[in-house]
T-cell receptor, first 115, second 110 residues
Framework: DAGVIQSPRHEVTEMGQEVTLRCKPISGHNSLFWYRQTMMRGLELLIYFNNNVPIDDSGMPEDRFSAKMPNASFSTLKIQPSEPRDSAVYFC?????????????FGEGSRLTVL | TQLLEQSPQFLSIQEGENLTVYCNSSSVFSSLQWYRQEPGEGPVLLVTVVTGGEVKKLKRLTFQFGDARKDSSLHITAAQPGDTGLYLCAGAPPAGKSTFGDGTTLTVKP
């Protein structure tokens, strides 16, 4: 079975440019999560969708970040404009039961470098 | 926000040694998960513990959930280089968001 699929795996861009990260969750999973991982802050939850509806976006750092889930099989995380401090690995994860069980299935991540 | 503290932060051992890593909190969790993350990959779920005092075994890995459901431990017997990675615990509270600890980076030298 296919796991969570993220693209791109690596992105290098210049400050001020728009970045779009993409995620395809596991089929049948009704919850989708975007996390950011850095050495300094570890894994941070950015936003959580349930049945394609954003439930909690309190972790989104600022208005430069936005996320959408137009259907059950696709989500995007957009940063506009990007800044060097946004450099991190961004993970998408999906789950059958949301936060109730905490059992998340992660993609391989998108490593973003903003110069 | 529930705080999960993992210890030690870093651990470097020789192949064949045993080790234990800890995940502690002052909060009660409905369930707790352990994940392993290898370089360049996403975290992979190892186990979920739900009941206070529960012990689960996964080959050479033994997971225990504290009686009060506030802490957990992971014990690895006869560690192998393939066990190298970042071990993360995550707690799911009765209500609210699941949170991750900062992880224990394990290096097993051949």
């Amino acid at each position: 079975d296919a796991g969570v699929i993220q693209s791109p795996r690596h992105e290098v861009t210049e400050m001020g440019q728009e970045v779009t990260l993409r995620c395809k969750p596991i089929s049948g999973h009704n919850s989708l999560f975007w996390y950011r991982q850095t050495m300094m802050r570890g894994l941070e939850l950015l936003i959580y969708f349930n049945n394609n509806v954003p439930i909690d976006d309190s972790g989104m750092p600022e208005d430069r970040f936005s996320a959408k889930m137009p259907n059950a099989s696709f989500s995007t995380l957009k940063i506009q404009p990007s800044e060097p401090r946004d450099s991190a690995v961004y993970f998408c994860a999906s789950s059958q039961q949301g936060f109730d069980t905490g059992e998340l299935f992660f993609g391989e991540g998108s490593r973003l470098t903003v110069l | 926000t529930q705080l999960l503290e993992q210890s030690p932060q870093f651990l470097s051992i020789q192949e064949g040694e045993n080790l234990t890593v800890y995940c502690n909190s002052s909060s009660v969790f409905s369930s707790l998960q352990w994940y392993r993350q290898e370089p360049g990959e996403g975290p992979v779920l190892l186990v979920t513990v739900v009941t206070g005092g529960e012990v689960k075994k996964l080959k050479r890995l033994t997971f225990q959930f504290g009686d009060a459901r506030k802490d957990s431990s992971l014990h690895i017997t006869a560690a192998q280089p393939g066990d190298t990675g970042l071990y993360l615990c995550a707690g799911a509270p009765p209500a609210g968001k699941s949170t991750f600890g900062d992880g224990t980076t394990l290096t097993v030298k051949p």
